[in-house]
């Protein structure tokens, strides 16, 4: 078992990305041998084998599979059906769907949760094994397992957050399912999970944030973050890149470490200069750090613009000045991982991610041909004040931040005191939602927008609505961006000679609450997707 278990993790780390691998495992004979290992135990064999009976019993290779096994073949069926053309030849020759719909139903539920997340590339809309997991009764099993979790409040225990995992691979599933389905499909989806309690998962938690991360262009998107090496912020839910190349397992790092005291630990803290570079002041974060070479060059390019802008200004360099203790950059990386390990914040990344899902399944729910009867359906079934309500509620700032001084930020950044005679005043700055919620939110707004002119008036009645949206014109992320000129690009376009008057009257709407003078100022974005679509809506307003 522990053979075939290793073998199929092998086979599913190359079939992972191209599809190149994935052809040559077919070509090899192996998608039966993957078929077959998607068989568990009976429960009478495993009754008999715990039982302690004088006889033996021989296990053959067809009776069965471990727990081990079975997650295996699941991750292996699941990077093998990220292929196109296998899942039309391959994966349905096989059989692969009817196996896979049992495995949702095991006792063990990290075997669930992997059969969930092949069941999300198994309901594709390209799929033709869709039609026989809806047959088996897949709606029904799905919307089961996204209600069934648990509270998910973030207490730490190991039920909480599986149950949240499988929520989201639920969710995902169903979200996937809604894409180009029939509307007979969509409305008993949405009567199984019920309004009511997806409208619930949609709001969260809200449990208040420690951290965020400043953004230009006014406001900032909330994140989850701790210091890096480099005395820097990490986005824990919102990761832009991964700066730090740290890969250590728990056996490299002793579980001692992060109670040692490094206050007297000044030879570790001389050897650590060696390998990183010296310890620099950075002034804008008030922090140290240790300079390694691509912290060097920036710091040299700063070092520069400051000669330039102020030739006399020279960062300060005594050694008696208050910079505080020596930077260990292996303290700060253990803090990192201590909080990205955090079993609180895996809780709400999880919660996060559950929303995320839920909104993406509306979207879907309202995307394709039957996009008006589909809303109109939510309408009726929610009420447009509860919807837009919800809608509203993700693009509204969660909290300000009342500490932010913004002396710092208006002269270059070329001494430790301000150049304004104030000393420092501090301002207000609004903290958003994670960027992925904001764009499925949008998304939903393109999708409203795209149904009958009706729905388009009703959608722009929506002040609070759009009072809220106006900030994400400007938001760092230029994935908002586009999806905010997509939803307006939407609602300015013309049905039909009928709608043009309305479509005139929804300009002007736009227009009064500042959403046009939004568009006209992404015409000199830095993405070339934002200006095209900017320039589009540009058009249009002028049209009108």
Request: glycine share 14%; net charge negative; aromatic share 4%.
């Given at each position: 078992m522990r053979s075939r278990q290793g073998a199929l993790q092998a086979l599913a780390a190359l079939a992972e990305k191209e599809d190149v691998h994935r052809k040559a495992i077919v070509e090899a004979g192996v998608v039966p041998c993957i078929f077959d290992s998607l068989k568990p135990f009976p429960p009478s064999y495993i009754t008999t084998t715990t039982n302690s009976s004088p006889r033996g019993h021989i296990m053959g290779p067809k009776d069965g599979n471990t727990v081990a096994v079975l997650l295996a073949a699941c991750r292996a069926a699941k990077?093998?059906?990220?292929?196109?053309?296998?899942?039309?030849?391959?994966?349905?020759?096989?059989?692969?769907?009817?196996?896979?719909?049992?495995?949702?139903?095991?006792?063990?539920?990290?075997?669930?949760?992997?059969?969930?997340?092949?069941?999300?590339?198994?309901?594709?809309?390209f799929s033709p094994m869709r039609e026989d997991l809806i047959a088996e009764g897949v709606v029904k099993t799905l919307c089961a397992q996204?209600?069934?979790?648990?509270?998910?409040?973030?207490?730490?225990?190991?039920?909480?957050?599986?149950?949240?995992?499988?929520?989201?691979?639920?969710?995902?599933a169903l979200k996937h399912l809604m894409s180009a389905s029939p509307r007979e499909i969509k409305v008993k989806t949405l009567?199984?999970?019920?309004?009511?309690?997806?409208?619930?998962?949609?709001?969260?938690?809200?449990?208040?944030?420690?951290?965020?991360?400043?953004?230009?262009?006014?406001?900032?998107?909330?994140?989850l973050s701790a210091p890096n090496a480099a005395g820097e912020r990490v986005d824990l839910l919102n990761p832009?890149?991964?700066?730090?190349?740290?890969?250590?397992?728990?056996?490299?790092?002793?579980?001692?470490?992060?109670?040692?005291?490094?206050?007297?630990?000044?030879?570790?803290?001389?050897n650590e200069e060696e390998g990183d570079g010296e310890v620099m002041w950075d002034i804008s974060s008030n922090t140290h750090y240790q300079a390694s070479q691509l912290r060097s060059t920036l710091q040299s390019k700063?070092?520069?613009?400051?000669?330039?802008?102020?030739?006399?200004?020279?960062?300060?360099?005594?050694?008696?000045?208050?910079?505080?203790?020596?930077?260990?950059?292996?303290?700060?990386?253990?803090s990192v991982r201590a909080i990205e390990q955090n079993p609180a914040l895996r809780a709400q990344q999880a919660d996060i991610a559950v929303q995320e899902q839920a909104l993406d399944f509306i979207?879907?729910?309202?995307?394709?041909?039957?996009?008006?009867?589909?809303?109109?359906?939510?309408?009726?079934?929610?009420?447009?004040?509860?919807?837009?309500d919800v809608l509203t509620e993700k693009l509204v700032p969660i909290r300000s931040d009342t500490g932010y001084s913004s002396?710092?930020?208006?002269?270059?950044?070329?001494?430790?005191?301000?150049?304004?005679?104030s000393g420092g005043s501090s301002s207000t700055r609004p903290i958003y939602g994670p960027s992925a919620l904001i764009i499925s939110t949008v998304n939903i707004l393109t999708?409203?927008?795209?149904?009958?002119?009706?729905?388009?008036?009703l959608l722009i009645a929506q002040k609070p609505l759009l009072k809220a949206w106006l900030p994400h014109f400007t938001h760092p992320d230029r994935k908002v961006r586009v999806a905010c000129v997509w939803a307006v690009n939407s609602l300015t376009w013309i049905d039909d000679e009928s709608d043009r008057r309305d479509a005139r009257q929804r300009a002007q709407e736009l227009r009064g609450c500042g959403i046009e003078g939004a568009v006209r100022g992404l015409l000199g974005d830095g993405d070339l997707d934002v200006r095209e679509r900017a320039r589009t809506g540009v058009r249009q307003f002028e049209q009108l």
């Open positions: 990077t093998m059906a990220r292929s196109v053309s296998l899942l039309r030849t391959s994966l349905i020759d096989a059989g692969i769907a009817k196996p896979v719909f049992q495995l949702l139903h095991h006792a063990d539920p990290e075997v669930q949760l992997a059969a969930t997340d092949v069941c999300i590339n198994l309901l594709l809309e996204a209600k069934r979790c648990g509270s998910g409040n973030g207490n730490g225990n190991g039920n909480g957050s599986g149950d949240l995992r499988l929520r989201v691979s639920s969710l995902w009567e199984e999970l019920g309004t009511g309690w997806l409208i619930g998962v949609i709001r969260g938690e809200q449990q208040q944030v420690r951290e965020y991360v400043s953004a230009p262009g006014g406001g900032v998107s909330v994140g832009q890149s991964s700066g730090m190349d740290v890969d250590l397992d728990d056996d490299e790092l002793p579980e001692d470490e992060d109670e040692q005291n490094y206050d007297n630990d000044e030879e570790r803290a001389d700063n070092n520069n613009n400051d000669h330039h802008q102020h030739p006399h200004h020279h960062l300060p360099a005594s050694p008696n000045a208050t910079h505080g203790p020596a930077f260990n950059s292996k303290h700060y990386l253990s979207r879907n729910l309202l995307n394709g041909e039957d996009c008006a009867s589909m809303f109109d359906h939510l309408l009726q079934l929610m009420g447009g004040a509860r919807i837009f002396a710092t930020t208006g002269n270059g950044g070329g001494g430790g005191s301000s150049g304004s005679g999708h409203i927008a795209n149904a009958l002119p009706r729905h388009k008036q």
